[in-house]
């Protein structure tokens, strides 16, 4: 059975709750990470908790704890948790931070922060991805619009995420425009073109800064700029990140083929340099996982 860190302590992951009276229950009042283990090591956790402390600090949500402290309670709920994982498994971690009761109802229950760490299989979330990295995605522009930043900063990791909802529920794939037309990001993935050799990634005001679109620029130098749809549709090929599965590529936008309809050889060459600095060969671990009985 897992086990989940909860409020300083190691619980049964079935019995981690928050109470209906909660912030995070009546607002989506939370800020999060979900990470990935390449080989059983977290990756990029310094990051994904940095983020974590920026987030509630701007939310002014009370998270009195170091990088170094979460890092440990991250590590601690990994080895109680090490023995429900099969040798071919990776790490996925969700780290939630809720505001707690508000003061209105104090008398219900104790005011404070909770802090809510889980660990399940990588494999949940990538199900079914694992064909993309050879055909490439579809994605379309919903009518729901990015929320802009000086509406509600998408540069916080937060739990109020009903525009996203909203995307999905016209398709899958969604990339959603921001208020002046430019494309901003999709429901947990990050935008990219190519265009004669040069790597653009969407101008980061309206989005969320993800760790894996920053790891990018770690391996591979990329602009940011303001990208029209008019533009995918010049580019010779695109691919989005995120955690779960790094990088898929793009190959449609709105029923239009984005160069010759196939992942391109940038996104290829990205991919493999990706692969080879984690030690993993992350298209087949995918793969592989889809193709388990």
């Known amino acids: 059975m897992r086990q989940v860190w909860w409020n300083g302590n190691i619980i049964p992951e079935s019995e981690a709750r928050i109470s209906i009276y909660d912030s995070a229950f009546m607002f989506g009042d939370t800020v999060f990470e979900m990470t990935r283990s390449f080989n059983k090591e977290h990756f990029k956790l310094d990051d994904h908790m940095e983020r974590l402390i920026k987030s509630a600090k701007v939310l002014r949500i009370p998270l009195d704890m170091s990088i170094s402290e979460l890092k440990t309670i991250c590590n601690q709920i990994t080895e109680a948790n090490k023995d429900e994982f099969a040798d071919d498994d990776e790490y996925r971690l969700m780290i939630d931070v809720t505001r707690g009761f508000l003061p209105r109802y104090e008398q219900i229950g104790l005011l404070g922060t909770n802090l809510i760490v889980s660990i399940f299989p990588l494999k949940w979330a990538t199900k079914g991805l694992g064909k ?17 930043a000086q509406l509600l900063d998408p540069k916080i990791k937060h739990r ?18 921001d208020p002046d037309g430019f494309i901003s990001e999709g429901p947990g993935y990050n935008f990219f073109i190519v265009k004669q050799g040069l790597v653009t990634s969407t101008e980061p005001r309206n989005i969320l800064r993800g760790i ?82």
């Open 160 to 177: 109020s995420r009903m525009h996203f909802r909203m995307a999905l529920n016209e398709g899958e794939w969604p990339l959603l425009l």
């Open 212 to 293: 894996s679109r920053e790891y990018i620029y770690e391996i591979y130098d990329f602009v940011e700029e303001n990208i029209e749809p008019y533009d995918v549709y010049e580019a010779d090929e695109a691919f989005i990140t995120g955690t779960p599965f790094c990088m898929l590529p793009v190959t449609n936008l709105n029923g239009i083929q984005i160069g010759d309809g196939k992942p391109g050889m940038m996104y290829g060459a990205l991919l493999d340099m990706w692969s080879k600095n984690v030690g993993v060969d992350i298209r087949k671990q995918i793969q592989d996982w889809d193709n388990e009985k």
């Open 132 to 148: 993309y990295f050879d055909t490439g995605i579809n994605c379309f522009t919903p009518s729901q619009r990015q929320i802009p």
